[in-house]
């Protein structure tokens, strides 16, 4: 089966490079030639998914419900009234899916954990044996592919019943849940996992859930939204809190009991806009480091100097949740890495001393409130946007914001290790030719990996990059509406079907370029011959 698949995949591409050469030629001609090789020896390229976005099998062998199952059949909850039920089924094409993978040519894969499939119950029930052994497949499958498994144990999802029982991240009981659950993970697989993610997005997983009451459970207050319960002044600095200790005291285990021998390491994943002043003033100048202070160091001063940011303690006050001498201790130097997902810039502007109208359809409400730091950002400038629009709203082309923010980090956190955990384009909605020919997500990867090099020649520990997505997948609440994969998954048969995009990152990680379609295709010939020899 796996032969006649190698040889499928294998044909399609072969035909996609050949159109490649004649599509997308003009327009690449003028642009930066980045190539694998522009990169230091080591460095991990890969391709980036979690659980509840591509799995489905919500139900399948011993599942429980998490957050998200609920939430998604709640009427209005998603777009188009979508849900992740089925998903891509990954939970029974993995190995098509690791085949996939293979065929790219990636050094690595990043994936996360459902908690739901492992612990059901969390600490209130048993652990689930099928589900152990189904990321057991994934992790044994890619390992003798010569895929590093890169894995997040929690990716917005988590059992139902922590909600029910507790109110899940506004309690301080989560904590210990967590670290039930990542205890689990590092018992399961760490002997073969060295790369680990604790957490990922919290600070954007607290605003879109007790901020703006878009992720489930759905809390929020005026200007924000009108739900039917909850704080948003208030409770986004407690969610974010609770996940902190809970990732701290994860890393204080791991590196006690696992570490000695698994040797492994241990990072965090903050969603990483850039932000830039909307006009030369001063204020304007201050409010965008004041805007990167409150949503990135917002996570990464706490996992590195012990503490949250001067900025956010300046203008909060006893809003902010304070940690307690033996909790700065554990937190202080408590990432081996740094993850950064990043995607696009935004523009800064002061509403300390300005007022701030949300006026266009990129901007948010509750700029002048202090968990938003007084800060109003937006994607326009006078109409003119910052860059491209894409699928998402607030996700514009902006490649040099991927050096910004690399050197961001680098700066601010001592140039501690970082990966590019997630960067990739949306496109825009019902554009036709994203279904086979989607040049303009080509040219967002090369422009964006371009200065990312760049970051890297200037002295920048950046150590690997992973795309979003493998494949067109649920994206949250805009169901499946928004697509970032470099594979199309038929809405039908859920076939996949490679992109453009595909066959160029493909050709990308062999070193080639689409200039040279011959030398390509022939590097491609042999790795597939390598592949059935494996197989057989």
Same mark, same amino acid.
């Not at 902006?398 to 501690?416: T, W």
């Given at each position: 089966m796996w032969k006649k698949f190698s040889s499928t995949i294998t044909i399609v591409f072969l035909i996609l490079c050949a159109a490649a050469n004649s599509i997308v030629k003009a327009s690449f001609e003028d642009e930066v030639d980045i190539k694998r090789s522009d990169f230091p020896d080591g460095f991990l390229f890969g391709a980036a998914t979690s659980s509840y976005q591509i799995e489905g099998a919500n139900l399948e062998d011993g599942r429980s419900l998490c957050n998200w199952d609920v939430f998604c059949h709640i009427k209005g909850s998603i777009a188009n009234g979508d849900s992740a039920d089925i998903a891509e089924d990954h939970y029974n094409r993995y190995m098509e899916d690791i085949e996939i993978l293979h065929s790219l040519g990636v050094d690595a894969y990043r994936f996360s954990i459902s908690w739901s499939r492992v612990l059901p119950r969390g600490k209130f029930g048993g652990v689930n044996q099928a589900g152990i052994l189904f990321y057991n497949k994934i992790i044994d499958n890619l390992l003798s592919r010569g895929i590093e498994p890169f894995v997040t144990i929690h990716h917005f999802d988590y059992p139902q019943e922590l909600e029910n029982r507790y109110g899940g991240w506004l309690s301080h009981l989560m904590q210990e849940d967590f670290v039930h659950f990542a205890e689990i993970c590092f018992q399961s697989f760490g002997d073969r996992v060295k790369y680990w993610c604790t957490i990922n997005e919290p600070n954007l997983f607290s605003e879109f859930a007790y901020e703006r009451g878009t992720y489930p459970p759905a809390h929020c207050s005026p200007p924000f939204g009108n739900c039917s319960t909850g704080n948003s002044d208030v409770e986004p600095l407690i969610a974010v809190h609770n996940m902190l200790l809970g990732h701290a005291?994860?890393?204080?285990?791991?590196?006690?009991?696992?570490?000695?021998?698994q040797r492994g390491v241990v990072g965090i994943v903050v969603h990483s806009f850039m932000y830039k002043p909307l006009t030369e003033d001063k204020r304007d100048k201050e409010a965008a480091d004041r805007a990167l202070a409150f949503n990135i160091a917002w996570i990464l001063d706490p996992v590195v100097f012990g503490d949250y940011p001067p900025e956010m303690r300046h203008y909060h006050g006893s809003e902010l949740p304070k940690f307690a001498s033996e909790e700065r201790i554990i937190l202080r130097d408590s990432i081996d890495f740094i993850g950064i997902n990043h995607y696009a810039t935004l523009y800064a502007k002061d509403c300390i001393y300005s007022s701030c109208i949300c !006026?266009?359809?990129?901007?948010?409400?509750?700029?002048?409130?202090?968990?938003?730091?007084?800060?109003?950002?937006?994607?326009?400038?006078?109409?003119?946007?910052?860059?491209?629009p894409t699928g998402m709203a607030r996700f514009f082309v902006v490649p040099r914001g991927m050096e910004e923010i690399v050197e961001y980090a680098k700066k601010r956190y001592l140039n501690k290790p970082m990966f590019v955990t997630e960067n990739g384009y949306s496109s825009p909605l019902n554009k036709v030719e994203d279904?086979?020919?989607?040049?303009?997500?080509? !040219?967002?990867?090369?422009?964006?990996l371009a200065f990312l090099a760049r970051a890297i020649r200037n002295g920048a520990d950046v150590r690997g990059y992973f795309l979003w997505t493998l494949m067109d997948d649920f994206e949250w609440v805009n169901g499946y509406s928004v697509r970032f994969g470099i594979y199309r998954v038929d809405p039908q048969t859920l076939n996949r079907t490679p992109k453009l995009s595909a066959s160029w990152f493909r050709n990308f990680l062999s070193n080639c370029s689409l200039n040279y379609v011959e030398s390509c295709n022939s590097i491609s010939l042999m790795n597939t011959d390598e592949s059935r020899a494996q197989s057989e």
């Amino acid at each position: 089966m796996w032969k006649k698949f190698s040889s499928t995949i294998t044909i399609v591409f072969l035909i996609l490079c050949a159109a490649a050469n004649s599509i997308v030629k003009a327009s690449f001609e003028d642009e930066v030639d980045i190539k694998r090789s522009d990169f230091p020896d080591g460095f991990l390229f890969g391709a980036a998914t979690s659980s509840y976005q591509i799995e489905g099998a919500n139900l399948e062998d011993g599942r429980s419900l998490c957050n998200w199952d609920v939430f998604c059949h709640i009427k209005g909850s998603i777009a188009n009234g979508d849900s992740a039920d089925i998903a891509e089924d990954h939970y029974n094409r993995y190995m098509e899916d690791i085949e996939i993978l293979h065929s790219l040519g990636v050094d690595a894969y990043r994936f996360s954990i459902s908690w739901s499939r492992v612990l059901p119950r969390g600490k209130f029930g048993g652990v689930n044996q099928a589900g152990i052994l189904f990321y057991n497949k994934i992790i044994d499958n890619l390992l003798s592919r010569g895929i590093e498994p890169f894995v997040t144990i929690h990716h917005f999802d988590y059992p139902q019943e922590l909600e029910n029982r507790y109110g899940g991240w506004l309690s301080h009981l989560m904590q210990e849940d967590f670290v039930h659950f990542a205890e689990i993970c590092f018992q399961s697989f760490g002997d073969r996992v060295k790369y680990w993610c604790t957490i990922n997005e919290p600070n954007l997983f607290s605003e879109f859930a007790y901020e703006r009451g878009t992720y489930p459970p759905a809390h929020c207050s005026p200007p924000f939204g009108n739900c039917s319960t909850g704080n948003s002044d208030v409770e986004p600095l407690i969610a974010v809190h609770n996940m902190l200790l809970g990732h701290a005291k994860t890393v204080k285990i791991y590196r006690e009991r696992f570490k000695s021998e698994q040797r492994g390491v241990v990072g965090i994943v903050v969603h990483s806009f850039m932000y830039k002043p909307l006009t030369e003033d001063k204020r304007d100048k201050e409010a965008a480091d004041r805007a990167l202070a409150f949503n990135i160091a917002w996570i990464l001063d706490p996992v590195v100097f012990g503490d949250y940011p001067p900025e956010m303690r300046h203008y909060h006050g006893s809003e902010l949740p304070k940690f307690a001498s033996e909790e700065r201790i554990i937190l202080r130097d408590s990432i081996d890495f740094i993850g950064i997902n990043h995607y696009a810039t935004l523009y800064a502007k002061d509403c300390i001393y300005s007022s701030c109208i949300c !006026n266009d359809s990129s901007c948010t409400k509750g700029s002048d409130r202090a968990i938003r730091g007084f800060v109003y950002t937006a994607a326009e400038r006078d109409g003119v946007p910052i860059g491209e629009p894409t699928g998402m709203a607030r996700f514009f082309v902006v490649p040099r914001g991927m050096e910004e923010i690399v050197e961001y980090a680098k700066k601010r956190y001592l140039n501690k290790p970082m990966f590019v955990t997630e960067n990739g384009y949306s496109s825009p909605l019902n554009k036709v030719e994203d279904y086979h020919h989607d040049v303009k997500r080509i !040219n967002y990867l090369k422009s964006y990996l371009a200065f990312l090099a760049r970051a890297i020649r200037n002295g920048a520990d950046v150590r690997g990059y992973f795309l979003w997505t493998l494949m067109d997948d649920f994206e949250w609440v805009n169901g499946y509406s928004v697509r970032f994969g470099i594979y199309r998954v038929d809405p039908q048969t859920l076939n996949r079907t490679p992109k453009l995009s595909a066959s160029w990152f493909r050709n990308f990680l062999s070193n080639c370029s689409l200039n040279y379609v011959e030398s390509c295709n022939s590097i491609s010939l042999m790795n597939t011959d390598e592949s059935r020899a494996q197989s057989e």
